[in-house]
């Protein structure tokens, strides 16, 4: 049992600035724990994992995590493991666009109608990753 003592599964999206694909990742996270599972999911702010914030790491420490990366570095997921969080899935923000090719998404600053539609579809996605990692508990 992770020691929030909470069933809550975190989803943690990468810091990505200066990237579109980060600043989609961050916005599907955050319908994801605001709006679409706000009772079984949660996020964190990367940074304070990167910096080795006490409270944030013992809050995460053990905790089902699923993180959202923008790029092939993989940060969020290297940084979550690195502080205690047990990633139980990964998904890259890129992936979302095999869907959509040749797609303009926007900047790093704006997403246009069609990233905010991609953004939707990635968060669709993510709440079903947290229902299921919600629903099967703490294994």
Not at 33 to 47: G, I, Q, S, W
Not at 104 to 132: F, M, N, P, S
Request: aromatic share 6%; glycine share 10%; with cysteine.
């Amino acid at each position: 049992m992770p020691e929030n003592n909470s069933r809550k599964v975190y989803v943690i999206p990468c810091s990505g600035i200066g990237k579109m694909y980060g600043l989609l990742g961050r916005e599907a996270v955050l319908k994801t724990v605001k709006e679409l599972r706000p009772d079984k999911a949660a996020t964190m702010c990367l940074a304070l994992l990167v910096y080795g914030d006490n409270e944030a790491r013992k809050e995460i420490a053990g905790a089902r995590c699923i993180t959202v990366d923008g790029c092939p570095k993989l940060c969020a997921a290297k940084n979550v493991e690195h502080a205690g969080g047990r990633v139980v899935e990964m998904v890259r923000a890129v992936d979302a666009f095999r869907n959509h090719r040749g797609v303009d998404a926007g900047t790093a600053a704006h997403l246009t109608a069609a990233g905010w539609q991609i953004a939707e579809e990635l968060a669709a996605d993510l709440a079903a990753k947290v229902d299921r990692w919600y629903d099967a508990g703490e294994e």
